[in-house]
């Protein structure tokens, strides 16, 4: 079935630091693809999007591109703060609403 | 708009009481989702409706969960009997149905069954 799965924590990295959190996607057909971000005791919310193959979604300095062809979308940021220290969720939505999430990866930034 | 509203915030209950969560989403949203999260499990997706109707609930982990959207302003998510592993933060989220669409999270019912 669809599914996301994306690197295990917790990513530790000093301030400035550039940082990669890997997510892969097996799916039918060609989802949406998203980053959320929950900070500590709230939900979560959207980071940034792509919606086809190629597509660059960015937010807040974090970017992600669409890959089909190695079923890809990598978040990343060339330079973390300390106020980017979260748990960051990769998913996946395809035709439907259905949002399926990956297990999230906590990012922890030191000064 | 306020976003989407959940309560309560925090409900501990004994094991083997009725608990039940509530959901407001956001006013013109037409599909509503039910996660519940873990250490252990993640997020992981109970049951979502659309205009009102469940379309999957295969996420719902037992007969003892049950779920309803009498009209487009409020869901509930009832645990009965409730048992120590039900214990997770529970979130409900709304989308008006697209694709891409982006779905606005609650702040989360943190349930602590004893």
């Known amino acids: 079935g669809d599914s996301v799965t994306q690197m295990e924590g917790p990513v530790t990295l000093s301030e400035e630091a550039f940082l990669t959190i890997n997510c892969t996607y097996t799916a039918t057909g060609y989802p949406s693809l998203f980053w959320y971000v929950q900070y500590p005791g709230e939900g979560l919310q959207l980071l940034l999007k792509a919606t086809k193959a190629d597509d660059k979604g960015s937010n807040k300095g974090f970017e992600a591109t669409y890959r089909k062809e190695t079923t890809s979308f990598h978040l990343e940021k060339g330079s973390v703060q300390v106020s980017d220290s979260a748990v960051y969720f990769c998913a996946q939505g395809g035709n439907t609403d259905k949002l399926i999430f990956g297990t999230g990866t906590r990012l922890q930034v030191f000064p | 708009d306020a976003g989407v509203i959940q309560s309560p915030r925090h409900e501990v209950t004994e094991m083997g009481q009725e608990v039940t969560l509530r959901c407001k989403p956001i006013s013109g949203h037409n599909s509503l989702f039910w996660y519940r999260q873990t250490m252990m499990r993640g997020l992981e997706l109970l049951i979502y409706?659309?205009?009102?109707?469940?379309?999957?609930d295969s996420g719902m982990p037992e007969d003892r969960f049950s779920a309803k959207m009498p009209n487009a302003s409020f869901s509930t998510l009832k645990i009965q009997p409730s048992e120590p592993r039900d214990s997770a933060v529970y979130f409900c989220?709304?989308?008006?149905?697209?694709?891409?669409?982006?779905?606005?999270f609650g702040q989360g019912t943190r349930l602590t069954v004893v």
């Open positions: 989220a709304s989308t008006y149905r697209g694709r891409g669409a982006e779905a606005f």
């Open positions: 409706f659309n205009n009102n109707v469940p379309i999957d």
